[in-house]
């Protein structure tokens, strides 16, 4: 095959190696475009469930996926003797403690509440007694799942009290809470001007890279083509020409 002085010749082991390479490229591609619609498809209903307005707990939660992300308020007493501290970083970045911490809702069920983020100075209780209120109080929040730990991530260490993910299940036993509502409930940033805890530390912001996976998959799928088809293509030389 002639192009304006060039010739394409096929050689046999560089299409042998090339034609399985751009296929496995192109079928990567793929299948990153097909998790960027399962990606998007979660930012979205995160996104909708995060936008609908504040409702009452639902008593009798069947289903904890449906209310993922969900707002809700509640009503009950913190049982503070046996809060949580987990390992988190800070909305400045710096080290601290998330703090779950049971509360004593109506029908005798225990909902544990993340109240929020103190820095490692203030982990022990008495450090912070501004922290602590006696009664019964309103609280308003967002519902999430129990979560798992990361690849590589340290383990939970419940015998300690040291917390480094949110185990929902794990934490109910440590503290010996017998009828453990399904969800935690990350609680709203306090309005009082209240510095510690900090609340509101639902992340809503998802990373999705997938977009980008697939057009780097596309673009060494054409790189491999381009080299093949220089590799294989000669320049007529002015006899082959004249021929």
Known sequence: MDFKGYHFTPRLWPTVMTIPIVIILVMLGNWQMRRLDWKLGII??????????????????????TWNYR??????RFLYTREMPLYSI????????????????????????NRGWVPEKLKE?????GTISSGQVKIGGVLRKSRQRQRFGPENDPEHNLWYYGDLSAMARAQ????????????????????Y?????????????????????????????VIYLVFNTRKLDSAAKSD
């Open 44 to 65: 979205h209903r995160i996104e909708s469930r995060y936008s609908q307005p504040a409702v009452n707990l639902p008593r009798n939660l069947k289903n904890p996926d």
């Open 71 to 76: 707002h809700v308020t509640v009503t009950g």
């Open 90 to 113: 800070g909305p400045d970045g710096g080290p601290g403690y998330d703090l779950y911490t049971p509360l004593l809702i109506q029908g005798g069920k225990y909902l544990i509440v």
């Open 125 to 129: 209780q008495v450090s912070r007694p």
């Open 176 to 195: 010996d809470l017998a009828d453990i509502y399904p969800m935690f409930l990350d609680a709203d940033k306090s309005r009082a001007g209240d510095k």
């Open 197 to 225: 805890p900090v609340g509101g530390r639902t992340r809503i912001k998802i990373v999705n890279n997938h977009l980008d996976y697939a057009l780097t998959w596309y673009g060494l799928a054409i790189v491999m083509l």
